[in-house]
């Protein structure tokens, strides 16, 4: 069974960064597609970017794409995204999910993991 666990997230204000981390465990497959998504109040869940776990490749929604950077380090089994310029639209509590079966872009458009592997979810509250 594959546990998540995300940390990193704060209050910051607008222009300013946060490193959000997951942590995985468990781990069995060569491939997973990894990805950190956000759900605001009142919206829906959005898969914000993702990254796999064999090749590294990523997907970036576009209203981030040039703000966020999302990374692993597979010796660690540790996802993170970097978010710099955070806007007040940023705001939301940030999960970290797994997934074998989806591609990157797949999972990250979809917003969703077949395997349901979820984190419990970090808030990120962007506000001056």
């Known amino acids: 069974q594959l546990k998540l666990v995300e940390s990193g997230g704060g209050l910051v204000q607008p222009g300013g960064s946060l490193r959000l981390s997951c942590a995985a465990s468990?781990?069995?497959?060569?491939?997973?597609?990894i990805g950190w998504f956000r759900q605001a109040p009142g919206k829906e869940r959005e898969g914000v970017s993702c990254i796999s776990s064999s090749d590294g490749s990523t997907y970036y929604v576009e209203s981030v794409k040039g703000r966020f950077t999302i990374s692993r380090d597979n010796a660690k089994n540790t996802v993170f995204l970097q978010m710099n310029s955070l806007k007040p639209d940023d705001s939301g509590v940030y999960y970290c999910?797994?997934?074998?079966?989806?591609?990157?872009?797949?999972?990250?458009?979809?917003?969703?993991?077949?395997?349901?592997?979820w984190g419990q979810g970090t808030q990120v509250t962007v506000s001056s």
């Open positions: 999910a797994a997934d074998r079966w989806l591609t990157v872009q797949a999972m990250c458009d979809m917003a969703h993991s077949y395997d349901g592997y």
């Open positions: 468990g781990f069995t497959e060569d491939y997973y597609a």
